[in-house]
T-cell receptor, first 108, second 116 residues
Framework: AQRVTQPEKLLSVFKGAPVELKCNYSYSGSPELFWYVQYSRQRLQLLLRHISRESIKGFTADLNKGETSFHLKKPFAQEEDSAMYYCALSGGSYIPTFGRGTSLIVHP | DTGVSQNPRHKITKRGQNVTFRCDPISEHNRLYWYRQTLGQGPEFLTYFQNEAQLEKSRLLSDRFSAERPKGSFSTLEIQRTEQGDSAMYLC??????????????FGPGTRLTVL
């Protein structure tokens, strides 16, 4: 079975502060991990995936197999980063399991 | 708009009625997914198609739920004898499906179902 845990329902920071959205997973095999984002009144969209090892909109995420984590980080938050963020895991079946999401609010 | 489209965007129905939702994927995409999302939760996988073949349907919530993709293009999700617990957002997503690994899914805007 595969499970994704996002422990924070809400994360509130001020503009310019560092951001870390936590994601822990449970999966016995080799997982694929993703972060999806949903801005207000927009559809859910892929932000980044661990195999790409890229930075998108200043966000990065490193897969830590020892800690079974895939935390999303950004050194300096911007107001336009305010959104719902979902961590997702896919095992060998290509079917993703989503976490419950973390709402990020960046205050001016 | 060349993205994934879903119709209707909102559906209000009475308990016991049948409802059908439609999803039109991005035209060249082979895979099509259906999810349900309830308040405060992430999307919950229901079923998916590779072209017209339904490859996974064991996670459909009950035998009242069924999905089709008759010609490998658009798909429909039907819920029979709706219950109040079926009230949720129903999301559709599509992907190219030409890779051995999980490929990027593109989501539609969703259909919000309210069962009275």
């Amino acid at each position: 079975a595969q499970r994704v845990t996002q422990p924070e329902k809400l994360l509130s920071v001020f503009k310019g502060a560092p951001v870390e959205l936590k994601c822990n997973y449970s999966y016995s095999g080799s997982p694929e991990l993703f972060w999806y984002v949903q801005y207000s009144r927009q559809r859910l969209q892929l932000l980044l995936r661990h195999i790409s090892r890229e930075s998108i909109k200043g966000f990065t995420a490193d897969l830590n197999k020892g800690e079974t984590s895939f935390h999303l980080k950004k050194p300096f938050a911007q107001e336009e980063d305010s959104a719902m963020y979902y961590c997702a895991l896919s095992g060998g079946s290509y079917i993703p399991t989503f976490g419950r999401g973390t709402s990020l609010i960046v205050h001016p | 708009d060349t993205g994934v489209s879903q119709n209707p965007r909102h559906k209000i129905t009475k308990r016991g009625q049948n409802v059908t939702f439609r999803c039109d994927p991005i035209s060249e995409h082979n895979r099509l997914y259906w999810y349900r999302q309830t308040l405060g939760q992430g999307p919950e996988f229901l079923t998916y198609f590779q072209n017209e073949a339904q490859l996974e349907k064991s996670r459909l919530l009950s035998d009242r739920f069924s999905a089709e993709r008759p010609k490998g293009s658009f798909s429909t999700l039907e819920i029979q004898r709706t219950e109040q617990g079926d009230s949720a957002m129903y999301l559709c997503a599509s992907s190219l499906g030409d890779r051995g690994r999980t490929d990027t899914q593109y989501f539609g805007p969703g259909t919000r179902l309210t069962v009275l």
